[in-house]
């Protein structure tokens, strides 16, 4: 085992698999993350990110398989690996009777960071992810987009090595998109690792030095973007790789005339 280094990579998926009664979610997946690299994954809906992504950030027991982020077993060294993660995961589980302000600052105090550096951090992430107005509302009354930018907020509060994001930009308005873009891509400039899934091909494009192309389960393509895209546009790569643009059949009692 080795300790956390800059020469492994940022996270280092192996065999990992997930069933969930008959469906076999996640097939025996292997994906090595630089460290330093903007990185994308991409799939069709229910292709197994989610599942895989959880199981990478300790959120979700695999089956079979290891997951390790700079180095650290993140299933056998929970507490090694936790700081160096921050997570946005799908489907957000918050503490949503806190408000905004207060849920950074669990977040903080969580990770056992001084009050005085959380309450500055805080202040700080509110600033940036345009937060401030949201004041003393609970986080359960919040807006899908806004939900999105404190559960973000939360994970950058302890400034991890490694950036784990379901679909961070889902749900967020073009000027909240622009201000998470530079704060990740500030982040990757200083070292950091970004790992995001995203349905969105030209976001990936824009952002990404890397891409993971995922289907039932396995890698199908990994790696540069330029080289995963092999000439094409990442979209045009995307649905080669998954079997080509099927047929769409008719639905021809779809018009507003018929009865
Ligand atoms: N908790 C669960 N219980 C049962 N089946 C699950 C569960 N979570 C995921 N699955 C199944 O596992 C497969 C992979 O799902 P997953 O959410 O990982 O895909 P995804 O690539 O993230 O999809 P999407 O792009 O739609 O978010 C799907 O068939 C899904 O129905």
Redesign the pocket.
């Known amino acids: 085992m080795s300790g956390p280094t800059s020469d492994v990579p940022a996270l280092a998926l192996r065999g990992l698999v ?1 069933r ?2 008959q ?1 076999l ?2 097939a025996g997946l292997d994906l090595d993350i630089p460290a330093g690299s903007f990185y994308g994954v991409v ?10 992504l ?1 199981m990478a950030t300790g959120l979700l027991v695999p089956d079979a398989g290891e997951a390790r982020v700079h180095g650290v077993d993140v299933w056998r060294q929970p507490a090694q690996a936790a700081p160096l993660l921050g997570i946005l995961p ?1 489907g957000m589980r918050l503490f949503d009777r806190l408000t905004g302000p207060e849920l950074i600052s669990y977040a903080g105090l969580l990770r056992g960071m001084s009050a005085e550096v959380v309450a500055a951090r805080r202040d700080d992430l509110l600033a940036a992810l345009d937060l401030r107005a949201g004041g003393a509302t609970l986080v359960a009354d919040y807006s899908a987009g806004m939900t999105k930018k404190i559960a973000l907020a939360c994970a950058l509060v302890h400034a991890p090595r490694v950036l784990v994001l ?2 961070p930009f889902e749900a967020v308005d073009p000027v909240s998109a622009t201000a998470i873009r530079a704060i990740l891509e500030r982040f990757v400039a200083a070292g950091g690792t970004v790992v995001m ?1 995203s ?1 969105v091909m030209a976001l990936v494009e824009r952002l990404c030095t890397h891409v993971a192309v ?1 289907g039932g ?1 396995r890698v199908l393509a990994a790696g540069s973007l330029d080289d995963v895209r092999a000439g094409q546009g990442l979209e045009e790569r995307f649905v080669g790789l998954l079997g080509g643009a099927t047929e769409t059949p008719e639905l021809s009692w779809l018009r507003p005339s018929s009865d």
């Not at 799939?43 to 895989?52: I, L, R, S």
């Open positions: 997930k969930f009664g469906t979610a996640v799939g069709p809906n229910g292709a197994g990110k989610t599942t895989t959880s799908d379901d679909e899934s349905h995922v389960g």
